[in-house]
Every structure is written in structure tokens, then in C-alpha cells.
């Protein structure tokens, strides 16, 4: 397909979504690509929303956003949300002192900013709140910690995951997951250290904890993979997993045997009622041809089921395929087709009428991006990718936005992002920004309180 008529069939395809009635929303839409603010500026753009933009994030079922934001120390150990248009804080630090022995502070520390920012938060449909938050204990090293509440952050209780895991993340909203379960939560535990730079051999496991009135109980860890390669989720906000009617699909990169090249991507369904793994399904080998944490996949599902799955790709351009039978890893797939573009930190949604959108970093001519694509679910092919973000001063060299995709309960398209870069000799304190979209990612304006507010439900 060329430039062009790729460019027609995007435009094509967002005008329909506009003829939707999709909700618009009132923040004037922003000039894109819009220029990263050089490091200590961009204030302005960041004022509107009045609080620290997100590394997490989730709506109730009033559509409520809750979030939190864990790069730094100050900024650490809870929660906002907002309650009568005003934000509220809610803290959860007792609840971890209570369950964590280990505690000493969060991953972040006054010391030393967390610029992963890894972390993530679920809400399911009857408004149980799930987040994995990392902390630090007395050596040092960071582990996650399971923070529920059946309160929507009234009261929290916290867990320690079973087994110790090094790296845990939960099943995220990605546009047509069933949650009306607690979210599937996936544990990576070293096993062994491997000689490429970007990987090491882990232990993939899920869990799927179970409700026992305002509690949960967390049954052992099922155990999916002993060679992934981990998983590099700081950035792309990405769901490792999607739950359809009692099953849950899904997907991972191991280590490939010896003399093999590439990222061996693959699927499994996880029953919940048995609590077994009972399909299995390699997909596709992943670039660049050796082994890359940055290459994780990522899942999403549509409306009528259909498994939808991109893999890769660190700089080269992604792969990406969908399911032949809806709620299926084994009744075959479509063959793989690579997305165009230097790509790297997937993401996936759906995001209504059919459609799917990925936000991620893409090189182009040698300048850090933060581009996105969408197409109808149906379709094989992705249009051309849109910038939405380039580096500050669009200088060439390396940048990473450390950014995360989410969407509202009614399908408003949230994306957060901040910049590193090594020109900075780790002085860096560009922004963390929110910008929201009502329009399938047509338009994008700053994400204001306002707004926010505004499209909260009124209580029954």
C-alpha cells in the first residue's frame, strides 16, 4: 500500500468513527506532533489536569479515574481520584507496612528517581481495585506488591505475591476484557542469566486471585513458561493478558533454543474454572534476531472475540496478527504482517466500532517519536503511523517516552508520557503529561480535571 492511499484509508476510517457521535471532548485540540518541552518546562501544558500526570491508571463504573504516578519519591505511596470534581488522595502505605516485612520505601526514593515507573492498576466490574506497586527492601533490589480494595480506595489491603516474584503485572483494561473476575496477574521470577544484553531466562507464572468478601485469596501461581525472556512493561502500558468468558488468552517471548534467531512469540489459554493452561499455540518469531526484552507482546480482543496480537520489536518494525476463531489460540491465526516503521513498547486497544489503536516510540529519521496507528479490527494491514510526540528540539539521538495507553469506560483514549534522554547526563525532569482523546485518536488535547470530572457518571 503507498503513503498515499494509506493516508486516505486512515482518514477515511477516523472520519467514520467521527460521524459516531464518538465523545468529544472541550480541551482546545492540541497542533501535532507536538514538541516535547525542553527539560523544566511545560508547566502550562501539565497545569490543566491539576495533579501529577499518571504512570497508572483506571475508571470505575461512574467512570471515575483513579491514578498514580511512581517516578518519585514524593509522589509515591498513593493514589488520587476525583470525588465531587476535586482530587482526593488515598493512601495506601499502612496497608503495605502491614503485609510486607520486607518494606523499607517505595522504588522510588528521594535519592534516586524510579524512571521505569513500572506498576499498573485494574478495576473490575464490580468496582474491586487491583494494583501492583513496587517497593525496595533493606538490600536494595525492587519487588511488586498486590494493593486490592473492595472500597475504591476507602480501605486498602496489600499482599506479598507467592514465590517472591521479581516482576508482576496485571491484566489491564484494553478495550473488551471480561472483568467481571478479579485480572489475571502474571509473575516473572530469574531463573537463569543469559549472555545478550536485553534478556535473561525467567519463570513466567499467572495468578488469578479470588474474591472472599472484602479480601482476596491468592491461590498458588500457575506456572506458563520457564524460558521468557521477561517482560519490559515501563513503557506502552500494554495487557500481557485478556479474559473472554471464563478463559483467560494470554501471550509471551521466550529465549530461543541454541542456534536459533529471533523471539518466539506465543499464546495460551489459562481456564479459570479448572485453573489449568489447556492451549498452547507458537505465533511468530518476533525481531531483531536475538533475543530482546523489548519485543514483549501484547493481547487485546474485540467485540466479537477475535484475539488480536503484536510482537516486537526494538527498533525494527512490528508483527502483527489476530486469532481465526473468536476466544481461540489453536484454531489458527493469521499470518503475521509487520507494521512498517523503527517500533518499540507496544500497546493495544480497542476502542469501539470495531477498531484498534497502538501508541508506541518509532524512530524516524533518526529522532525519538511517540507515533500511533489504528485500523478496523477486520483489516490485515496498518495504515501508515501518525506522530503525535517528537523529542525536544527534535534532535536526533536516543529518547524514550516511558509512555502508557488507557481508555475510559466509555471509550476516551488517555495517553501519558514523560522524556529521558542520555544528553541530559541523568538531569531530567521533563513533565509527566496527559492527553486525552474523544475521537478514536483523531484529535488530542491536554487531559483537564475539568473534563475528567465532567464525564463522571451521577450515582444511582
Known sequence: ????????????????????????????????PLEMPASGQ?????????????????????????????????????????RDGQWVRRSFVEAIKKASTRFVSFAATPKERHLHAQGSMTIDDADGLYAIVYCRGAKGGAFPVLVYSADLGETFTAYELPGSPGGAFLETRVGCNDLS????????????????????????????PRKDGKTLRLPPPVEVSSDCFGVSNHSGGYSFAVTRGGRTHLVWAEIPGEGRKGNPTFAATLDRQS????????????PPDVPDVHSTPVIAADAAGRLHVI??????????????????????????????????????????????????????????????????????????????????????????????????RGGVLYLSFTFFTFRDKGETFYPRLLIASGDGGATWSPATREDLAARVKASR
Not at 477515511?12 to 464518538?22: E, H, K, N, R
Not at 542469566?193 to 488469578?208: F, G, I, N
Not at 485453573?275 to 518476533?286: D, N, T
Open 1 to 32: 500500500m503507498s503513503a498515499m492511499r494509506a493516508w486516505r484509508t486512515a482518514g477515511a476510517f477516523l472520519a467514520a468513527l467521527l460521524s459516531t457521535g464518538a465523545p468529544l471532548l472541550a480541551g482546545e485540540a492540541l497542533t501535532l
Open 42 to 82: 511545560g508547566a502550562e501544558l501539565a497545569a490543566p489536569l491539576g495533579t501529577e500526570g499518571p504512570s497508572a491508571m483506571a475508571f470505575d463504573s461512574r467512570n471515575r479515574p483513579y491514578l498514580f504516578h511512581s517516578r518519585d519519591a514524593s509522589t509515591s505511596g498513593y493514589l488520587v481520584t476525583l
Open 181 to 208: 473476575a478479579p485480572p489475571a496477574i502474571g509473575l516473572l521470577k530469574l531463573r537463569q542469566r543469559h549472555p545478550a544484553e536485553w534478556t535473561d531466562y525467567h519463570v513466567l507464572s499467572v495468578l488469578v
Open 275 to 286: 485453573g489449568k493452561i489447556v492451549e498452547r499455540q507458537f505465533l511468530a518469531v518476533a
Open 311 to 408: 510482537c516486537g520489536a526494538h527498533g525494527q518494525s512490528f508483527l502483527y496478527l489476530r486469532s481465526q476463531q473468536p476466544g481461540r489460540v489453536d484454531a489458527g491465526w493469521t499470518k503475521p504482517v509487520a507494521m512498517g516503521g523503527r517500533q518499540t513498547y507496544a500497546t493495544l486497544l480497542w476502542i469501539g466500532k470495531d477498531s484498534l489503536l497502538s501508541a508506541f516510540r518509532e524512530w524516524k529519521d533518526g529522532v525519538a517519536t511517540l507515533s500511533m496507528q489504528s485500523k478496523p479490527a477486520g483489516a490485515d494491514r496498518w495504515p501508515a503511523s501518525r506522530t503525535l510526540v517528537v523529542a525536544p528540539g527534535r534532535k536526533k539521538g536516543y529518547g524514550i517516552f516511558y509512555h502508557r495507553l488507557f481508555v475510559d
